[in-house]
């Protein structure tokens, strides 16, 4: 809130945080910051001890619940080991999630999902700076698997039985330098082409916004040359 001007010190925003309901500060490991004012603030009786009990009571309660208090040979977590990352059962979790979260805008004709038994014979280009770059593929604040875990657009596809064939068109979400001829000369060859465009952290992360919604670079560009 001090750097948008609402509250002029950490104590202001101490006081204010607190009347609004808010109970828990992202610090950043900063030595100074707000909420380490809110004793000078109970102090001073900006706030009640009342209300700081209010406040603290859902945050202890919440890791009650998370078992952080219990023995570990009551918590079934602490058994655990890197043995069960990415295990078979989890990865095939991970893979129903990621099918029933999929929404689709518009679906023209039932496009989508491609079905598999139509596939074979069938020549499927991939294009755009996310078809093929697995380090574009994790948002900001998203841990980044093993290299072996991560299917790109690409990869899901070939393996399936379709001649599948691949130009990124520019290497980077930003998409500043764009070959128009590569896109071209792969999209027009084929039977189906699916484009993957986007944003990626490189674009746009926390404190790092954009202005409009505006596809980056030439994105725009490579989707009209591989719709036409």
């Not at 809130?1 to 006081?15: C, D, K, N, P, S």
């Not at 707000?34 to 209010?54: C, E, K, P, W, Y």
């Not at 989890?90 to 079905?115: D, M, Y």
């Amino acid at each position: 809130m001090l750097g948008h001007h609402y509250t002029r010190t950490f104590l202001e925003t101490a006081v204010a945080s607190m009347n609004a309901g808010c109970n828990l500060e992202l610090s950043g490991l900063k030595r100074n910051n707000v909420f380490m004012h809110i004793s000078q603030a109970l102090a001073m009786g900006n706030i009640t001890l009342q209300m700081l009990r209010d406040r603290v009571r859902p945050l202890f309660y919440t890791r009650m619940r998370l078992g952080e208090f219990d023995p570990p040979a009551m918590n079934p977590y602490s058994s655990l080991d890197l043995s069960a990352v990415q295990t078979p059962e989890h990865r095939t979790l991970s893979l129903e999630a990621a099918v029933k979260s999929f929404v689709l805008l518009k679906n023209v004709r039932g496009t989508l999902p491609l079905q598999a038994r139509d596939l074979p014979g069938t020549r499927l280009a991939v294009v755009g700076p996310f078809a093929d770059n697995p380090r574009v593929l994790f948002g900001d604040y998203a841990p980044v698997p093993e290299p072996r875990y991560i299917y790109t657009p690409r990869r899901g596809l070939e393996t399936l039985l379709a001649n599948v064939s691949f130009a990124a068109g520019c290497r980077e979400p930003q998409c500043q330098q764009y070959s128009q001829a590569e896109v071209a000369a792969v999209a027009g060859a084929a039977d189906v082409v699916v484009v993957c465009l986007g944003t990626g952290k490189d674009v746009e992360t926390e404190a790092k916004d954009r202005r409009d919604l505006s596809l980056p670079g030439h994105q725009l560009e490579l989707l009209q040359d591989a719709v036409q």
